[in-house]
Antibody, heavy 121, light 108 residues
Framework: EVQLVESGGGLAQPGGSLRLSCAAS????????MNWVRQAPGKGLEWVSY????????YYTDSVKGRFTISRDNAKNSLYLQMNSLRDEDTAVYYC??????????????WGQGTMVTVSS | EIVLTQSPGTLSLSPGERATLSCRAS???????LAWYQQKPGQAPRLLIY???SRATGIPDRFSGSGSGTDFSLTISRLEPEDFAVYHC?????????FGQGTKVEIK
């Protein structure tokens, strides 16, 4: 079965850290660019970060630059998001989302079920 | 960054009725790189439309997209019970990719 499964969410204090993981299965993970997209409670979707298939190109939304780090391990079919210096406004469901190609801008065509991150003291 | 504004915020309709959702961009969306997603409570978004008017794999033909430049729309010709959900538009013509705030289609 083709799927993406996120893990690693939970409760963190402001200024704390979390590491999210996304396990891919059922397709050749190394052929596709990947993203993290988040959704704050009751809000719309927000693209957070992008990594191309070979990790050559990496991008972040401005609000997380310098705090979050995206990475991937193609041998383990896994995507990661290291989240440091967490803020209240980082509270959201975090989805990993696949692009249809190895690099470039496209509509996300596959999503995981999401993992909830709550930042609160 | 391109800002997408969806309207209305909520659409109250009955099964069998026609739904028309709007997505307006703050500047022209390159090459009509506009997509629509459906999201049900507790679920991930599902791609419906890409390239403004192309249906994704497995999407029923009651869903159609149109538009170009700054004005786009999603039409559901006859609402089925499973179509009541939140719909999001996404522009992917320029970086960063941005979403609208969503339109909720609810049962009247």
């Amino acid at each position: 079965e083709v799927q993406l499964v996120e893990s690693g969410g939970g409760l963190a204090q402001p200024g704390g850290s979390l590491r999210l993981s996304c396990a891919a299965s059922g397709f050749t993970f190394s052929n596709y660019a990947m993203n993290w997209v988040r959704q704050a409670p009751g809000k719309g979707l927000e693209w957070v970060s992008y990594i191309s298939s070979s990790s050559t190109n990496i991008y972040y939304t401005d609000s997380v630059k310098g705090r979050f780090t995206i990475s991937r391990d193609n041998a383990k079919n896994s995507l990661y998001l290291q989240m440091n210096s967490l803020r209240d406004e980082d509270t959201a469901v975090y989805y990993c989302a696949r692009d249809p190609y190895s690099s470039g801008l496209y509509a996300f065509n596959m999503w995981g079920q999401g993992t909830m991150v709550t930042v609160s003291s | 960054e391109i800002v997408l504004t969806q309207s209305p915020g909520t659409l109250s309709l009955s099964p069998g009725e026609r739904a028309t959702l709007s997505c307006r961009a703050s500047q022209s969306v390159s090459s009509s790189y506009l997509a629509w997603y459906q999201q049900k409570p507790g679920q991930a978004p599902r791609l419906l439309i890409y390239g403004a008017s192309s249906r994704a794999t497995g999407i029923p033909d009651r869903f159609s997209g149109s538009g170009s430049g700054t004005d786009f729309s999603l039409t559901i010709s006859r609402l089925e019970p499973e179509d009541f959900a939140v719909y999001h538009c996404l522009q992917y013509g320029s970086s960063p990719r941005t979403f609208g705030q969503g339109t909720k289609v609810e049962i009247k």
